[in-house]
């Protein structure tokens, strides 16, 4: 990508719009299938001295942490091995990975949670899928329904909280703004580059982001102690 | 002493467990029998804290089980399939669950040695017979030397000489003065080692005492026959 588009700039873009949908579906299906896969080993761990918080946690962790690490270092080495350190675009690729991480340990944390309280395995692979599914493409296009209904009335205040529920979403605009492209996104680009650009609403996101990681831990722990195994 | 009192447990519309009170407090071998369904796994499971009941509770050595953990440190469990996951090597495995239970200064050569896995210890653990990995369980539910210990179906997969060297493990422990439960369905098994017999029927505790106060209210010589007849109750 690099050899064909010598600009760092555009190669993150286009960085961003595979990760967006790829990190997420990873996530996904790794934090089903590890779940599910070590589920009777599992069994026998809850039968030692341990905590089940520690072992439920532990495993996320393992999984996320994993994910998150073959993102950094597979994006990362072959930029700088380009010369990223020398250039000024590297905050904009430090904000990718660090939202590559985000991504990562939400989906895994999302989907970790969907194996857990479906002791059906097919369901709970189904219901994870249709999690990312949902987030990552259907999402988007109520969003657009209802921007089209809706013409009549200012909808950005709607369009601000609508990208909040969606983990995705809030990350594509928060890179979008970054790389300052967001004069492509109209007026509700420049709502959003009003909120998000500014210090308190780049804060507001990034804390809306580790929302969506800690909760999914929190329903991890609460579930995984009152589970029968 | 393991003090389960008035413990109640159902699975969705299925009652399980009506109200089971059961002191064990000598040592010695128990025997928990009983039809399928009458709630021996499950019994087991809450002892273990792998099924948290509706109501009542469970003791060991005046310690709840609820909201507890370190009271299994008492207690080793032999469950009775073990899937243990499959790039680990047995030796790597050992080391692992040592390291759980903060024992890593044991030596299992002992028990390696006895059930013949010397040869086994750098294979991984997917390429192992069931026979063999029932032994490496076997090692982790003795290695750690519990007060207590808990075996599920513990003949299962074993070939008659792994059974024989079961049989010493378990006089040895007995030996030690430890408490051991174990369920299991081959009765010739449990005549040979049970001191006594805890008999679940229906989610409730029908019968306790030794085989011979079985054999006598039964009215049957045989103990087979004297397991079948309250076995009977259920079916008819």
Known sequence: MLFINPSLSKAILTLMNVIIMLVPLIGTIFGVMYYYNSKEFTELLLALPIKRSSIFIGQYLGVAISLSL?????????????GLFQSPDIWEFSQLLLLGTFLSFIFSGISYVVALVNENRIKGFSYAIL?????????????LISLVMFDEYPLDKFSLIASVFNPIDL??????LKLDISALLGYTGAVFKKFFGSNLGSMISMG?????????IFILKYKSSKKDF | MIEVKNLYKKFGKNEVLKGIDLTIADKGVFAVLGPNGSGKTTLIKSILGMVIPNSGEILIDGESTLNNWQYREKIGYLPQIANFPVNLTVKELFKMIKDLRQSSSLDESRYIEKLGLTSHMSKKLGNLSGGTKQKVNLVLTFLFDSPYIILDEPTTGLDPIALLILKEFIEEEKEKGKTILLTSHIMSFVEDMADEIVFLLEGKVYFRGSAAALKEQTGEVDFEHAIANLLKTQYV
Do not use: C
Not at chain 1, 70 to 82: A, H, R, V, W
Not at chain 1, 131 to 143: N, R, S, T, V
Not at chain 1, 171 to 176: A, E, K, Q, T, V
């Open chain 1, 70 to 82: 073959s993102l950094t270092l597979g994006l990362g080495i072959p930029f700088i091995i380009y």
């Open chain 1, 208 to 216: 809306i982001l580790v929302l969506w990681t800690v909760v999914p």
């Open chain 1, 131 to 143: 999690i990312w599914l949902f987030m990552a493409i259907i999402y988007d296009g109520l969003f």
């Open chain 1, 171 to 176: 990350s594509r605009i928060m890179m979008l």
